[in-house]
Nanobody, 115 residues
Framework: QVQLVESGGGLVQPGGSLRLSCAAS????????MGWYRQAPGKQRELVAD???????TYADSAKGRFTISRDNAKNTVYLQMNSLKPEDTAVYYC?????????WGQGTQVTVSS
């Protein structure tokens, strides 16, 4: 079992920045990939960015150039640095961990970009 706990969401003005954190616990040795998804009201959940244990990253087109995913293996934590935020980035952001036996989700953290 893997437990994922997100933090760092909140209200920010357009153009501002936030850093989301996702702390993993449990069978963390089994996690191959960690990433971030988001879901806006009335829309499907979509991938924002992910990172393999080897450091390979994938970004959604909407995130490229503005968001950066990173991980601190010593702290079992993955981060999402979000800069130049736009109102359309408003969503609940979820952390996800991929393992050979199943995928795990955090509870989500709300990000609201508004003036």
């Amino acid at each position: 079992q893997v437990q994922l706990v997100e933090s760092g969401g909140g209200l920010v003005q357009p153009g501002g920045s936030l850093r989301l954190s996702c702390a993993a616990s449990g069978s963390i040795f089994s996690i191959n990939v960690m990433g971030w998804y988001r879901q806006a009201p009335g829309k499907q959940r979509e991938l924002v960015a992910d990172m393999t244990t080897g450091g390979t990253t994938t970004y959604a087109d909407s995130a490229k150039g503005r968001f950066t995913i990173s991980r601190d293996n010593a702290k079992n934590t993955v981060y999402l640095q979000m800069n130049s935020l736009k109102p359309e980035d408003t969503a609940v952001y979820y952390c996800k961990g991929w393992t050979p036996v199943g995928n795990y989700w955090g509870q989500g953290t709300q990000v609201t970009v508004s003036s």
